[in-house]
């Protein structure tokens, strides 16, 4: 195993010096005192420990800096300097002020973090972690969610099952509005076999957001803030009018607790072009973002639009193996420069290849 990590630790940083300058995006979730265990959606809730070994990792190979400055000089047409990551966490929840922050301090390295306004400082669950709750604790077996279009039997006899249910019912959820979003999920929490969602066991201190006086501290300590749209919805399935108001009302909220603008803005989910596309690139910069940043690809040229940064999401499962190639980025590389690869980020890959040196 030491030899295949440093085997790809020289493979990344071969791929960070030749070429064209590149910048990772990494991006994180949530933040626990202890691992969760198995029923940890996409492993999003990092434990301290974990993330203090991946900073560990990232720090000894990468420097670290702002999101902020990596779209300034995109802005600028500065070139982006080698070796460089940028970190981000999205969600806003409240296991990063007291689990995250403290480590990102200890190696003195700064991150942005993207809040859904609504949520922070309401002291309730996210309802994805409320929807995963009910269905690690329902007694039912199985249950066919009805009156859903593109709901189906979930089979739910042992944590596998579970886990595969809980995935299928966040990629439903995430396809509604905000408003049938409650609706969804009420439905569902019946359907699971409980009254309502207050009769749903709390999912853990763990899934609750951020307090604004949390956002304050760590913004005074010199970490971002950024919006992640005001109810966590995803922009391109819902009409113009209402994603406008969604930009808006998180820009001002976060605007009014920090004293500053808000000008970076990243998708919830972030995958192009269901989440996001040129069309909402074009809202987000007409509501006075400075970039938009997605899920995947996790490369970022000096040749990137700002409005497509790309990211790639760190989890409690990811190896150092998988974190030495996913810096290194060659797989990318090699599917964009072919064609292979259609993402907004491989295109910058294509023009940075094609421009004369």
């Known amino acids: 195993m030491v030899t295949i990590v440093k085997s790809s630790c020289a493979t990344a940083t071969l791929m960070h010096r030749i070429g064209p300058p590149m910048v990772v995006g990494i991006a994180f979730h949530g933040s626990t005192a202890q691992p969760l265990g198995e029923f940890n959606i996409f492993g999003k809730f990092m434990d301290a420990g974990t993330l203090e070994r991946q900073l560990s990792f990232i720090t000894g190979h990468f420097r670290v800096v702002a999101l902020s400055e990596?779209?300034?000089?995109?802005?600028a047409c500065e070139p982006l300097p080698r070796k460089t990551v940028f970190l981000t966490f999205d969600d806003c929840y409240a296991g990063n002020f007291h689990h995250a922050f403290p480590v990102l301090k200890k190696f003195g390295v700064p991150a942005t973090f993207f809040a859904p306004t609504f949520y922070i400082g309401s002291d309730l669950p996210f309802p994805l972690d409320l929807l995963d709750a009910a269905v690690k604790h329902t007694r039912l077996a199985q249950v066919e969610i009805s009156g859903i279009e593109g709901a189906s039997r979930l089979d739910m006899r042992d944590d596998k099952e579970k886990l595969q249910a809980a995935i299928t019912l966040h990629s439903l959820y995430k396809a509604f509005s905000a408003d049938q979003r409650e609706s969804f999920t009420k439905k569902v929490v019946r359907q699971l076999g409980f009254s309502s969602t207050d009769s749903v066991p709390f999912p853990g201190e763990h899934t609750l957001p951020m307090t604004w006086e949390h956002v304050r501290e760590m913004h005074r300590a010199g970490m971002e803030f950024g919006s992640h749209t005001h109810r966590h919805t995803i922009l391109a399935r819902i009409p113009e009018a209402d994603a406008k108001a969604e930009l808006a009302a998180s820009k001002s909220l976060l605007e009014n607790a920090l004293n500053e603008p808000c000008t970076l803005f990243c998708y919830p989910n972030g995958g192009y072009p269901q989440?996001?596309?040129?069309?909402?690139?074009?809202?987000?910069?007409?509501?006075?973002?400075?970039?938009?940043?997605?899920?995947?690809?996790?490369?970022?040229?000096?040749?990137?639009?700002?409005?497509?940064?790309?990211?790639?999401?760190?989890?409690?499962?990811?190896?150092?193996?998988?974190?030495?190639?996913?810096?290194?980025?060659?797989?990318?590389?090699?599917?964009?420069?072919?064609?292979?690869?259609?993402?907004?980020?491989?295109?910058?890959?294509?023009?940075?290849?094609?421009?004369?040196r």
């Not at 700002?306 to 990811?318: M, V």
């Open 70 to 75: 990596i779209v300034r000089r995109l802005h």
């Open 275 to 356: 989440d996001g596309n040129e069309r909402t690139n074009e809202l987000v910069r007409q509501a006075g973002y400075s970039c938009a940043v997605y899920m995947g690809g996790g490369i970022n040229l000096s040749s990137t639009d700002p409005y497509f940064i790309a990211r790639e999401c760190f989890g409690q499962n990811t190896s150092q193996e998988e974190m030495a190639a996913l810096l290194a980025s060659a797989g990318h590389r090699i599917r964009a420069l072919l064609g292979r690869d259609r993402s907004p980020h491989a295109r910058s890959l294509r023009a940075a290849k094609k421009r004369p």
